[in-house]
């Protein structure tokens, strides 16, 4: 059956970027299933020649395929949804538990307020080292990584108590504009 795919995505070509990854296998046997119950063969010089004979028919396989691929768009983005709508959840579990921990006066509430001032004084004081004093020969490419991962870390200190702008936007552009997802199903 995988000899029909070459000739299922000259006819679609949309489909070929579904063929890989996680869900590859899946689709690849469904549209081997669709283009041999089209043609009525597995052969794909056989499957080729029924199809530019017939023009009605390679009509009818483009649209097949085309649900194909637009099934295979419509999971992946309903599975990315649930992907964003966990991470929001997280993030919102943890400023939950932050304010619980207030509440409840529990000293485990000044952890964030401690790792935060950690990061964001060791960030200073690496970068404050770094642009005030040589360096030794041969340290530049450590020092990198070093500052590197710190500011990742200040980014995400900052991202934690003031929200981070442009991605927070756009997920909750994204989970206004979805559609709401009842049992499973869109």
Not at 24 to 30: L, P, R, V, Y
Not at 32 to 39: D, G, R
Not at 169 to 177: C, E, H, N, P, S
């Given at each position: 059956m995988?000899?029909?795919?070459p000739l299922?995505?000259?006819?679609?070509?949309?489909?070929?970027k579904?063929?890989?990854?996680?869900t590859?296998?899946?689709?690849?046997?469904?549209v081997?299933?669709?283009?041999?119950?089209?043609?009525g063969?597995?052969?794909?010089?056989?499957?080729?020649?029924?199809i530019?004979?017939n023009?009605?028919?390679?009509?009818?396989?483009?649209?097949?395929?085309?649900?194909?691929?637009?099934g295979?768009?419509e999971?992946?983005r309903?599975?990315?949804?649930e992907t964003m709508?966990?991470?929001?959840?997280?993030?919102?579990?943890?400023?939950?538990?932050?304010?619980?921990?207030?509440?409840?006066?529990?000293a485990v509430?000044?952890?964030?307020?401690?790792?935060?001032?950690?990061?964001l004084?060791?960030?200073?004081?690496v970068?404050?080292?770094?642009?005030?004093?040589?360096?030794?020969?041969?340290?530049?490419?450590?020092?990198?990584?070093?500052?590197g991962?710190?500011a990742?870390m200040?980014t995400?200190?900052?991202a934690?108590?003031?929200?981070?702008?442009a991605?927070s936007?756009?997920?909750?552009?994204?989970?206004?504009?979805s559609?709401?997802?009842?049992?499973?199903?869109?």
């Open positions: 995988g000899a029909l795919i299922a995505i000259s006819l679609a070509p949309e489909i070929g579904w063929l890989f990854g996680s590859g296998e899946q689709t690849a046997a469904a081997a299933q669709v283009v041999q119950a089209a043609t063969t597995t052969d794909e010089s056989v499957a080729q020649a029924t530019s004979s023009p009605q028919l390679a009509a009818q396989l483009r649209l097949q395929l085309a649900q194909i691929a637009a295979q768009e999971a992946a309903t599975a990315q949804l709508k966990a991470y929001l959840a997280d993030i919102a579990g943890a400023r939950q538990q932050t304010v619980d921990l207030a509440k409840s006066g529990s509430q000044w952890a964030p307020v401690v790792v935060s001032t950690v990061v004084s060791t960030f200073g004081v970068m404050f080292a770094a642009l005030s004093h040589a360096l030794p020969q041969g340290s530049e490419t450590i020092l990198n990584m070093l500052l991962t710190l990742a200040a995400s200190v900052v934690y108590w003031v929200g981070s702008s991605g936007a756009q997920k909750t552009d994204l989970l206004a504009r559609p709401a997802i009842t049992g499973g199903k869109p």
